[in-house]
């Protein structure tokens, strides 16, 4: 399975991103789908998991801010992101198997390059 990220960028705050995850290997339906973002300080840290009956769960702190969502036809997954705040510059990435947003099952876990994404005043 292989999982490539894209649509980062620099955005001021209270402004919006739409990153996008394509998603090949798979059957769309085969595997929940998660985003999580890594900074040097905080590490990994989940942001959404979409369950394969389309269901997501979102990290508090994005909650109201970010939706997900996806394109069977075309195995591609987005993470719309509103009101952006400097604490959520970070790294982004999707990838396969969340549980939950913080936990994800190891065994079926792949994930992609991620996209960076700086809000900056």
């Known amino acids: 399975v292989q999982l490539q990220a894209s649509g980062g960028g620099l955005v001021q705050p209270g402004g919006s991103l739409r990153l996008s995850c394509v998603i090949s290997g798979s059957t769309f339906d085969d595997y929940s789908i998660g985003w999580f973002r890594r900074t040097p300080d905080e590490g990994r840290e989940g942001v959404s998991c979409?369950?394969?009956?389309?269901?997501?769960a979102y990290r508090d702190s994005v909650k109201g801010r970010f939706t997900v969502s996806t394109d069977s036809t075309k195995k591609i997954v987005y993470l719309q992101m509103n009101e952006l705040k400097p604490d959520d510059t970070a790294v982004y990435h999707c990838a396969t198997a969340c549980r939950s947003v913080d936990i994800w099952d190891v065994d079926r876990f792949y994930w992609g390059k991620g996209t960076e994404v700086t809000v900056f005043s």
């Open positions: 979409t369950d394969t009956d389309g269901s997501t």
